[in-house]
């Protein structure tokens, strides 16, 4: 019933791994940070492939996922940029909500059964499955995760009204002051995402040739747009590089010029796209891929934002890791 795989040591393309293109490329609804090309441009330091059930000869089920080597240790976990996988399920026509949960467990026990067995493991679902149930039987982990999501675009009047009034006038200021263009350049970008991490003391968590790749491959498929707010001196306020799929867009970066941000570009950024995902892409829902950093999370509230949970999966040695490192933080 389901395709067995080794212990990741992938130097060709493996047989799972064509078969889950050829299980994206037929099912063009599945989220784009778990298709075969997004995890062609992100898995750069390690490999991905995939555990995929299958029943009378068809894929039922599918969960892509991403391993790296350092030293003797095969560790699983998310890429760069990547905020979950989906665990993609097929399910029957017509199917009663009591079968759709034994189907569900069935199909997610056989996923838990196909995956290598990994040192370190780590890694999130995508929110569209809750019943995650046959990985903590196995003696996995779920840790609840929290992204902010704005649905129901299609009354944009309505979603500007949910912004608080903090966040409204920093939009009406900020339209004095800058105005949003398009870019192509992904340099631009990154030099002012580059100067967020700058201004917190943190070390660019990816390389400029890192993004360049992951860029390429979202604007050879249409899929992203980067803005930038710029005023009248062709100043650099703020910036937002935003990707999309059949069902959402996403807020998948930003970058903001630590010296220019009392001018509430940032926030305009956010409603500029929002307005660009429902009046250009024909959208209706707008992800903001996190965050759990209290300050970040603050904003995405402050816009309207709605929690959405999604799940971290792990295993006992990556939870001895954690508390450690936790440990020696304090210790220091």
Known sequence: MSQTKPVPAITAESETR?????????????????????????????????????????????????????????????????????????????????????????????????LPKSHVVSFNIHHSLRNLLPFYWKGFSEAVRYTYVIDDIADLDGVFSRFNSAARNKIRKAEKIVKTRFTNDVSEFYAINKKTFDRQGMKMPYSFGFIERHDQALLERNARKIFMAVDDDNQIHSALYLTWDQKSSYVHMVGEDPKLRTSGAGIKLIWDAIQYTRNELKLNCLDFEGSMIQSVESVRRSCGGQQRTFSNISNRLFAALHMARGVFRQAK
Not at 29 to 47: F, P, T, Y
Request: overall charge neutral; glycine content about 2%; hydrophobic content about 40%.
């Open 18 to 114: 064509k078969a889950y293109r050829t299980i994206c490329s037929e099912n063009p609804q599945i989220a784009i940070s778990s298709k075969d090309w997004w995890l062609d441009s992100v898995c750069q330091n390690g490999e991905w492939d995939a555990a995929i059930v299958m029943k009378n000869n068809k894929p039922i089920a599918a969960l892509p996922y991403y391993t790296e080597r350092r030293g003797p240790l095969i560790i699983q976990r998310m890429p760069k940029l990547t905020q979950s996988f989906q665990l993609w399920l097929n399910y029957p026509s017509n199917i009663s909500e009591h079968n759709r949960i034994d189907f569900e467990m069935e199909a997610v026990r056989e996923i838990v059964a196909l």
